[in-house]
C-alpha cells in the first residue's frame, strides 16, 4: 500500500510630510512590532490538515504546507497561519518569507492556479512573480537567501515547454538547464541557501547533485527513492528508502557521508525534513510528523496521518 501511494506522489511530482509624516510613520511601525510580537497571524490549531507539500523553518518554527493551509509547529504546539489556507504546492521557505504555487481556497479572491507566488507569514497578501493562472509548480527548488528558483515543468505555458528550467532572479527571466545525469521520475529539488550552482534533484531512483546550475548532475546516494532534501551552507541532508527509511548528512567540500537517526518507521520514509540547529522536523509519506530537538537523538510525534498528535 505505501509503494502504491508513493508511486502515486511521484508521478504527481511529474514566491504628509514633516513631524505629521513621522508620527504616522512611527505609529505604523509600532502597530507592526506590536502585531510581530504577539503574533496574532497566528492561531491555535488542532486536527487533520490533510497531506503535505513542503516543509522549512521560519522565525515562528516549522511551517508544513499542507492542503489546507500553513501550519506551524513551534516546539510545543500546534499553530496556523490565518492568512494563509491555501493549496501550497512546491512550498520553500526563504529568509524574507516563502516562495510556493499551488491552489487557492473556493471562494477565495486568487484565480487558480497560482503560479510562482512569494509571502510572508504576517501578511494576507501574495505577491505574483510568474505564470499567474497559468501554472502550478508541485517540484520547485529556490534559494533561501539568493534569488534563484528551479522548477520541473509538467505542463506547457506561454513561456516555457515541458522539463527543467531556472530563474536567476525570483521569476522575471527564465532558461532552460540539461539536467544531464539524471535518472529516474522527478521528485524534489532543493537549491543551495547561498550557492545558486549547486542544486540537488530526488527521483525514484535516488539523489543527485550538481554544482554547475543543473548542467549535469552526479549521483550521490545508492539507489533507492530519494526524498527530504534540504540544504544547509555545508551539507546537503537527505532521505533514501530502499526496503527501510535512512536519513544522509552529506558533506558538500569532500563528499563524506554520516547517518541521522530517525524515528521508528513501518514502510515508510522521509519525504520532507528540515533543520535549525539542533531542531529537526520531517514529515513522512504516510502522513506522520515527528520532532526533535537534540540533532536527531530524540523524536516525539507531533502528527500521525496527517492528524495533530497533542
Known sequence: MWRKYLLGLVSAGIV?????????????????????????????????????????????GFAFAAHTGLKVYDGEEWKEAIHHPHDYMGFQVTEDGFLSSGHPIPNSDLENPLGLQKGTLEEEDLEALAFYKESDFHVMGAGYANPSVY???????????????????RGNTWEPFDAAGIEGGIFQIAVHPTDEEKVAVATDSGVFLSENGGGSFEMISEAGQGGGLYFSEETLFFGLYKGEASMISYTLDDATTSSISLPEMSEDAVMYFAKEGDQMALYTFNGAAYYSEDGGGNWDKIAEEGETVS
Request: net charge negative; with cysteine; charged share 35%.
Open 16 to 60: 504628509l510630510s514633516g513631524c505629521s509624516q513621522e508620527v504616522e510613520e512611527g505609529a505604523e511601525k509600532d502597530e507592526k512590532t506590536e502585531q510581530q510580537e504577539s503574533k496574532d497571524y497566528l492561531e491555535s490549531f488542532e486536527g487533520n490538515f490533510g497531506h503535505v507539500h513542503g516543509l522549512g523553518y521560519m522565525k515562528d
Open 151 to 169: 522548477i520541473f515543468n509538467e505542463q506547457p505555458n506561454s513561456e516555457l515547454e515541458q522539463g527543467f528550467y531556472k530563474s536567476p532572479d
